[in-house]
Every structure is written in structure tokens, then in C-alpha cells.
């Protein structure tokens, strides 16, 4: 992949990435647009490692407000873990039971298709978008009939995330794992309001969670690549196979405080649901494309 569309690429996961549009879906159709295929395992590799760039955004931009959160003492600390820890586990137990499942029903003679073989199915795309769009309305409208003290941001000490909605959360991420197109951030976020989470505490738990199960995800990826290139008989050059990918760490991480900033003022102003208007927008969008030849 040539390095300016390495930079386009960025610019879109840093933008949408932290946005509850679905920024693999965003970076997937523009690949398509300019003719690279996502599906292989150092395109990827890439997707991941661009991953990884906003990772660090949300780790520059949330800090001084997860020390505050969770940080504040063992105890806040405690409970964030174990929340966190649950949720994650959840979203493992939903998501990864679905991932063997498509990979087998897409296998041939019985032999399992890795799951990013579908990167570059525009037709699998679209309705995943279009699910997530229908819920982030829903919790969207239901949120903004909620009382203002909702908004107000979680004062240092208290108790956090109710569980309820630290389950909910983690159990809807583990369904955003496996499909492109079924935005983490807009499915968590709006699960979390749906369970009667505060949206200042389902915002930072929300990223939190991305931040926790990132290394897990660039780690799968590193081993897909290298083992491609095993079976390929071709020696494994980490600097040439994750210089790319550092270009566009650094692009999407830029991109990503952007986003954070928007997000952020528009989940406080009670707009939420426009982003679910905004993905069946994009999912009519995408299946326009596939059915076009795309």
C-alpha cells in the first residue's frame, strides 16, 4: 500500500474511530475506494496497528479523568477493575463463540476462512451498521428525555458504573468484535444508557474497554502476518512490516483527539441519536456500493 493512502486511511480511522460510526466500516469502503483490499494480513495488521494510534488518543484524552474516576483510591480503583474485568470476559464469551461460528459456516470442505476474509465484503457490512444505527437512536431518544443531572460528570470517589450496565456493555462489544460495521463505541455507549448508566461514566468505561482489549487485538494480527509469512517460506522483517503502520499510528492518533473532542461535547448536548441517523445513512450508502459492483 503506497504511503498516501497509508495517510487517507489514518485520517478516516482517526476521525470515526472514537465517533459511534463504525470506523472499520469507514476504512474499510475507502480502501475499497482506492482499491486495496483489507482482507490480507498486512492490510490488516495495518487496520489494527491504525487501532492502535486512536488507543493512544483515548489514553492522552481520558487520563486525567480515569485518575480521577478510578484512580482516586483502592477502593474506586477495585471496582473499576472488577467491572472491567467482567466485561471483558463477557465480551470474549458473546464474541468469540460468533467468530468460530462465521469462520466455519464460510469455511470450504470444512476448513475454517479467517474472519477477516470478510474486511472486504461491502454486503457484510451494511447491515451491522444499519443494527447498530437502529440502536443508537433508540438509546439516543431515551437519553435525551432523561433528567439534565445526568450529564453531570461523576464526582471523584463515588461508587462508578452500575453493573448492569458494565454487563451490558461488555456483552454488546463482544458482538461489535466480530463484524465490521457494528460499531464498539456506538453499541457500548448505547447499552450502557439503555441500563440507566450516567453518560459521563458510560463515555470513560466505554474507552476504557477499547483501550483494554487493543493489545489483544494487535497481538492476533502479528501472529496472522507472521504466520503467512511461515507458510510462504518468506522471512519475517518487523521493521518493513510495521513501518506503515506506524505512519499511520501517528496520523490517526492526531485525528483521534479531534474526534474525542466532538464526541464528547455531542454525547453532553444530548445529540446521541444523531449518530445512529448517521449510520443508517451510511449503511444505505454501503449497500448502494456493493450493488453497484464494489
Keep these: 500500500m503506497s504511503w498516501m493512502h497509508i495517510v487517507i486511511l489514518a485520517a478516516v480511522q482517526g476521525l470515526t474511530e472514537l465517533l459511534p460510526v463504525s470506523s472499520s466500516a469507514h476504512v474499510i469502503v475507502a480502501a475499497e475506494l482506492l482499491h486495496e483490499n483489507m482482507s490480507t494480513p498486512a492490510n490488516a495488521l495495518l487496520l489494527v496497528l491504525l487501532h492502535t494510534g486512536t488507543m493512544f488518543a483515548v489514553v492522552a484524552y481520558f487520563w486525567r479523568r480515569w485518575t480521577e474516576e478510578f484512580l482516586f483510591s483502592w477502593a474506586t480503583f477495585r471496582g473499576f477493575a472488577q467491572r472491567m474485568f ?9 464474541g468469540y463463540p460468533i467468530i ?19 474486511f472486504h465484503k461491502l454486503n457484510w457490512i451494511a447491515p451491522p451498521l444499519a443494527i447498530a444505527g437502529l440502536l443508537i437512536v433508540v438509546a439516543g431518544l431515551r ?3 432523561a433528567p439534565e443531572d445526568a450529564a453531570a460528570p461523576p464526582r471523584a470517589g463515588a461508587r462508578g458504573l452500575a453493573w448492569p450496565a458494565a454487563l451490558a456493555m461488555g456483552a454488546l462489544q463482544g458482538l461489535a468484535i466480530p463484524f465490521r460495521g457494528f460499531s ?14 450516567k453518560r459521563a461514566e458510560i463515555e470513560s468505561f466505554s474507552f476504557a474497554m477499547a483501550v483494554a482489549i487493543t493489545p489483544l487485538a494487535l497481538g492476533r494480527e ?11 517460506g518468506a522471512a519475517v522483517r ?28 455531542w454525547l453532553e448536548q444530548g445529540r446521541w441519536h444523531w449518530f445512529g ?17 464494489w
Design 100 to 118: 468460530l461460528l462465521v469462520e466455519h459456516t464460510l469455511g470450504d470442505g470444512g476448513r475454517a476462512v479467517a474472519i477477516e476474509a470478510l
Design 222 to 232: 502479528l501472529w496472522r502476518e507472521v504466520a503467512a509469512a511461515h507458510r510462504a
Design 143 to 145: 437519553e435525551a428525555r
Design 277 to 293: 441517523l448517521y449510520c443508517l445513512a451510511a449503511a444505505a450508502m454501503v449497500q448502494w456500493l456493493y450493488l453497484r459492483g
Design 86 to 94: 467482567a466485561a471483558s470476559l463477557l465480551s470474549g464469551l458473546v
Design 238 to 265: 518487523l521493521g518493513a512490516l510495521l513501518a506503515p503502520g506506524l505512519l499511520g499510528m501517528v496520523c490517526a492518533f492526531a485525528a483521534g483527539l479531534l474526534a474525542l473532542r466532538w464526541l464528547s461535547r
Design 184 to 197: 464498539r463505541s456506538g453499541s457500548t455507549i448505547s447499552g450502557g444508557l439503555l441500563a440507566n448508566g
